[in-house]
């Protein structure tokens, strides 16, 4: 018990306390929102990525099976949320919308500080950033068509991607990774101290996107999604990280990355597409705020009984 408190401790409650100011200062003087996305969306995160993945002591040809586990997961979190909705009797908004806040996790605002913090190693950020890049990309095309319900062409969605500045990150790191091309030192400090940014401002920043959230009647559909997304996420995590055959720090980053809580994208698209924007914005919230007692849970699991993984 006392190793379950100290995750809490000394890592969700950081998450929680960052996550819970930037809440209730939300609440209180009403922020432009754009002032605090776009910074991290076209500054922090591409330097995070690119610092991350270069110094990574890890193989290029790794990335890819992490691409393979982020769209397995994302596939059967898929079909088990399909036929939920389905045994629901949902309307077809209300079930993509279901969908996909059981399918989409938050990989980036929360999942990056969290793994950072447990694990402060560049190899295991880099997992990270691969799992929510390959996520992202699905976020944007498929996720947006699908909520959207043919209101977006492919060629808008393909568009939309495109000005997604993480993807080209990841690509030019990959790029100097590959080419073993040196980085000037000054430019190398430079974007680590703009990369060190990234936490405290990503969770800032979710605290306030859900301090966004009006809260309504009828949770019982916000339940079953939260519970879907925070239970079953790591179990079947658990199954794909065996399939693949992952272990040590690799499966403990993948494990925990499956658990969780439901990503703000997904009600971002569910908003800008009119699919049930309320639910959307509800199950968010509340697997958020669930998630705090079940990813401590799912980190001691994937500390103490890693031999299972």
């Known amino acids: 018990m006392s190793g379950l408190f100290r995750i809490f401790t000394h890592v969700i409650f950081p998450v929680l306390f960052v996550i819970a100011t930037g809440f209730f200062l939300q609440k209180k003087f009403k922020f432009d929102f754009a002032t605090l996305t776009k910074p991290l969306f076209y500054v922090l995160s591409p330097c995070l990525i690119f610092t991350r993945v270069y110094e990574a002591p890890l193989p290029l040809r790794q990335y890819g099976l992490f691409t393979l586990f982020t769209i397995g997961l994302i596939a059967v979190m898929g079909a088990l949320a399909f036929g939920v909705s389905m045994f629901r009797g949902f309307t077809p908004s209300m079930r993509s919308a279901f969908i996909l806040s059981i399918m989409l996790a938050n990989l980036g605002n929360y999942g990056i500080p969290v793994i950072e913090l447990l694990f402060n ?101 916000v339940i079953i999604s939260a519970g879907c997304r925070l239970i079953l996420g790591p179990c079947i995590g658990f199954c794909l990280i065996k399939l693949f055959n992952f272990h040590g720090l690799v499966a403990q980053v993948l494990f925990i990355s499956s658990s969780l809580p439901s990503a703000v994208n997904s009600a971002l698209v569910a908003v800008e597409m009119n699919n049930e924007p309320k639910f959307a914005s509800q199950a968010v919230f509340f697997s958020t705020l669930l998630s705090f007692a079940t990813v401590s849970l799912t980190i001691f699991v994937a500390k103490n009984w890693g031999a299972l993984l």
């Open 121 to 221: 190693d560049s190899y295991a950020t880099s997992i990270q950033v691969m799992v929510m890049i390959s996520q992202g990309i699905i976020t944007f095309t498929f996720g947006m068509f699908f909520a959207s319900r043919g209101q977006l062409t492919f060629k808008e969605s393909v568009k939309r991607t495109l000005s997604y500045p993480i993807i080209y990150a990841i690509i030019v790191s990959f790029i100097f990774k590959g080419f073993q091309i040196p980085i000037w030192e000054p430019m190398w400090i430079t974007m680590q101290r703009i990369s060190y940014a990234f936490i405290p401002i990503a969770l800032f920043t979710l605290g306030a996107q859900l301090g966004r959230i009006h809260l309504t009647k009828g949770m019982g559909d």
